[in-house]
């Protein structure tokens, strides 16, 4: 072959690869970041404008000019997160000249006197935290929650919901935590009456978001009645059919008779009605657990629904004892606490005797714990989940102005 | 012959038109021939770029990102410092790409657990993995941050409220003791992470070794001098008591002389500060010890601070008046309006226990002259503040409707009580049934 036509193939050839070259460079995006990006994001562009723009340095981003930084900071490129970042720095370095106001006494300010601790300084300042943040979320828009763990969170629990509608429950709980925390902020007792309406408010909004179906399963995946059915159901094996019945029967029963029901503030005879229908109620859900679970499996669960039995689980477990010595452990307890009753409801025996008997049973207690658990184990129970066995201790006679348990500070 | 000669022409100067494409738009490259290009390209004719050469702006492309950007982030603070970012600005890019990587890393350690399903609880094992892991992935980022970020300087403001929280030190220090404190709490999580809440002798002993390093470092970095002042900004107390001193302006003399009193009987005070009882045995120890230090505190500082000052403190000390002087400072009341409805609550304690306990009186008029008082100072409570302060805090007020209702209430330091009068009037005894519940609002 001559010379030339090999200089002609091998031209040609360079060609056809520069030009594979270019079109997979085109395809593979302009996102190159040294890191990927978890989340794609709903508004904020990456991909850069035109070369139109003429942007090389900081300076040329004109960063105390909010209005338009960030369609800036997208023309050269840079990526979503990190627009997000330098955005939320430059809405805080503006607002820290403002907060630096409040510091103009520092130096005469003694190290334990906050700037906050001053009440009308306290009040300016969670005036402009407030204007901060809403200058934060003006700037970033619907993205502002991408940054929030609460909403990687969501993301995790809700696999198959799109991040529209994520971002928007998201949006519904931040907006409902912010005003629990303006009325703690306020000083009005958060108690369970506010707490409950807040909560009515938010589930009621959520909802109106939701198609019913949507909303069973954002109820089965981050509702309190869903989370506290799993953890009764550790040790018991259902389907998910199961599940989801169980969990409508719980939810029903918690709609109407949970914390909502504030009974303190009721006449008598109506605390006395409504604590007889709850009852009633209660008894209602306890038969169709039952019949959905079978004997055997409703056994496992009232012993996984007592508080103890899972903290005798705990224990067994960071002990790193085999599990099944967590039920060996609840049924000493369930014997010697039905025994240890049996002597503590017997008034016609004198102090003394009741005393000597308890003391018989705690000292069986050590004895059938520590051979289950090992000694360390018996003190790690006995303050975790073995409150009963103080109960065993020797009771006294109440002398006058007896002595009175720590305050608890 | 002239065909070919002019084809080969051409071929040639495609060739050369595409390869400058590449070498003056690096972006328009596949990712592996990017960097490559990027980096040898016009746009960095140095290897590592000085903050003071800065490239000429008809050599870098208008496309800064691609410009700059670089796997090496070390190299990537270079370049930006180069273009100009200041060093806040800097920050804030790393610390974003370093999130991006940290979440990718913890989506990918949930995904590989094993999915159990919605309705199953997870496996308490797999549960304490995951969080060891989680927690080794941010102890990661943290060392990765100080690296990379070494470097570069905070604001001023930053320095300023580092002095304050750790004394009159150089910036140096300041770093070195941030470091120190990081790195020791990271630990110190991690231990408490394994425990799961139950904390065994073994457990003990490791934080304790932990908290005697710690001292031993710190020790080694300051000067005895500099270590008291630290102890002292750094005193849990001092944390403890920052919204009492916010409502009760002490002198420097009265705030040693309450720092010194507290610390004196500190363990005592707060025996769950650092680490639960060991045993049945040691939680009864720990609060007659506390009950015991309580006393013992209260004759100290009104010795110390004498009793106008004493009584003030301990006023300071209540969440309710915390927060009553809050709300007046928030709606421009005169701070002297907290204090009248603060003393018109504790008014209304003192008489109803009185009402409660008058022999003179049978149980209907009792429970008559608990409404009238609960009644009266309601409105008392609504003049002082005034009706929109006022509303706000007769909401919280919510022993007010407990006297209302023939009760009693009684303000500890540990929260309040309450007796109720018994339901049938017949019954020659008051009633017994007490409550007690925390005054401070529910987070």
């Not at chain 1, 909802?207 to 059915?229: I, K």
């Not at chain 2, 009793?307 to 915390?322: I, N």
Request: aromatic share 6%.
């Amino acid at each position: 072959m001559k010379p030339f036509t090999i200089l002609l193939a091998g031209s040609i050839a360079a060609n056809a690869a520069l030009l594979a070259l270019l079109i997979a460079g085109s395809v593979s995006g302009k996102t190159s970041n040294s890191v990927p990006s978890p989340v794609p994001s709903s508004t904020v562009a990456t991909k850069s404008t035109s070369a139109a723009i003429s942007l090389t340095s900081w300076s040329d981003l004109r960063p105390d000019d909010l209005a338009g930084l960030a369609a800036r900071l997208r023309a050269v490129g840079l990526p979503s997160s990190v627009i997000r970042a330098l955005l939320v720095d430059q809405v805080r370095t503006q607002f820290a000249a403002r907060r630096a106001a409040f510091n103009r006494d520092a130096p005469s300010r003694r190290f334990w006197e906050k700037a906050a601790s001053d009440p009308q300084t306290a009040a300016a300042l969670a005036r402009l935290d407030k204007e901060e943040k809403q200058a934060i979320e003006a700037v970033l828009g619907p993205d502002a929650a991408l940054d929030d763990p609460a909403f990687a969170s969501l993301r995790r629990q809700l696999p198959d919901f799109s991040t529209e509608k994520i971002l928007a429950i998201h949006r519904i709980q931040r907006s409902y935590a912010e005003k629990s925390q303006e009325l703690f902020s306020a000083g009005v007792f958060v108690g369970i009456e506010n707490r409950d309406t807040l909560e009515k408010e938010r589930n009621a909004e959520i909802a109106g978001l939701l198609t019913p179906e949507e909303l069973e399963e954002f109820d089965l995946r981050t509702g309190n009645a869903a989370n506290n059915l799993r953890n009764r159901l550790a040790s018991v094996t259902v389907t998910e059919q199961e599940f989801r019945a169980l969990h409508r029967l719980q939810q029903a029963f918690d709609d109407q008779y949970g914390r909502s029901l504030n009974m303190i503030d009721l006449p008598a005879d109506q605390r006395s009605a409504m604590m007889r229908q709850r009852s009633d109620a209660q008894r209602q859900l306890t038969e169709q657990i039952k019949n959905t679970l079978g004997e055997q499996r409703y056994a496992d669960y009232q012993r996984a629904s007592d508080g103890s039995y899972s903290s005798i689980s705990r224990v067994v477990d960071r002990l790193g004892l085999p599990p099944e010595t967590t039920n060996q452990v609840y049924a000493v307890q369930q014997d010697l606490q039905q025994r240890a009753n049996t002597v503590q409801s017997n008034r016609a025996l004198p102090l003394d005797d009741r005393n000597a008997q308890l003391a018989v049973i705690a000292t069986e207690a050590q004895s059938r714990v520590t051979a289950l658990l090992g000694p360390n184990g018996y003190d790690a129970y006995s303050l975790n989940g073995g409150f009963w066995l103080r109960q065993l201790q020797p009771r006294a006679a109440t002398p006058a102005g007896g002595r009175g348990g720590g305050s608890g500070r | 012959m002239k065909k070919p000669f002019a084809l080969f022409a051409a071929s040639l100067v495609a060739n050369v038109a595409l390869v400058a494409v590449f070498v003056f738009h690096p972006a328009l490259a596949p990712p592996g021939l990017r960097d490559f290009l990027a980096h040898r390209g016009p746009a960095d004719s140095s290897a590592t770029p000085t903050p003071s050469a800065t490239p000429s702006p008809a050599s870098v492309p208008a496309h800064l990102w691609f410009s700059v950007q670089t796997e090496d982030l070390k190299t990537l603070v270079a370049r930006l410092r180069a273009t100009g970012f200041p060093d806040r600005a800097i920050r804030a890019v790393i610390q974003a790409l370093l999130k991006d990587r940290h979440e990718s890393l913890v989506d990918a350690l949930h995904r590989s657990h094993p999915a159990l399903g919605f309705w199953r609880a997870s496996d308490p094992l797999l549960e304490r993995k995951r969080r060891s892991d989680e927690q080794q992935l941010s102890a990661e980022r943290t060392r990765l941050e100080r690296e990379i970020l070494g470097s570069l300087k905070f604001d001023d403001d930053y320095y300023t409220d580092r002095r304050r929280q750790y004394g009159e030190l150089t910036t140096e220090k300041i770093d070195r003791l941030d470091r120190l404190n990081t790195d020791y709490n990271e630990l110190d999580l991690a231990t408490r992470t394994a425990t799961n809440g139950i904390i065994l002798p073994e457990d003990r002993e490791k934080l304790a070794r932990l908290e005697r390093e710690k001292r031993a470092d710190l020790a080694a970095l300051l000067s005895p001098a500099e270590l008291a002042d630290y102890d002292i900004r750094n005193s849990p107390l001092v944390s403890r008591l920052s919204s009492t001193f916010g409502v009760f302006r002490a002198t420097e003399e009265e705030f040693r002389a309450i720092l010194q009193t507290h610390q004196s009987l500190e363990d005592a005070l707060y025996p769950y500060s650092r680490l639960p009882p060991s045993s049945d045995e040691d939680r009864t120890a720990r609060s007659n010890a506390q009950a015991d230090a309580e006393a013992e505190l209260d004759i100290r500082l009104r010795t110390a601070l004498g009793d106008q000052r004493y009584a003030e403190f301990t006023r300071a000390q209540s969440r309710e008046y915390q927060n009553l002087v809050g709300l007046a400072a928030r709606t421009n009341l005169p701070p002297q309006a907290a204090i009248d409805a603060y003393n018109l609550r504790d008014r209304l304690s003192q008489e109803s226990n009185r009402i409660f306990y008058d022999d003179a009186l049978d149980i209907p008029q009792k429970r008559a002259a608990l409404a009238t008082l609960a009644q009266t100072t309601r409105a008392q409570l609504a003049a002082t503040l005034g009706p929109t302060t006022g509303e706000t805090y007769l909401k919280t007020a919510t022993w007010l409707g407990q006297v209302e209702r023939g009760g009693v209430v009684t303000f500890r330091a540990n929260g309040t009580s309450f007796r109720g009068l018994p339901a049938n009037p017949g019954g020659g005894r008051t009633g017994s049934s007490t409550a007690t519940s925390p005054l401070t609002p529910s987070r």
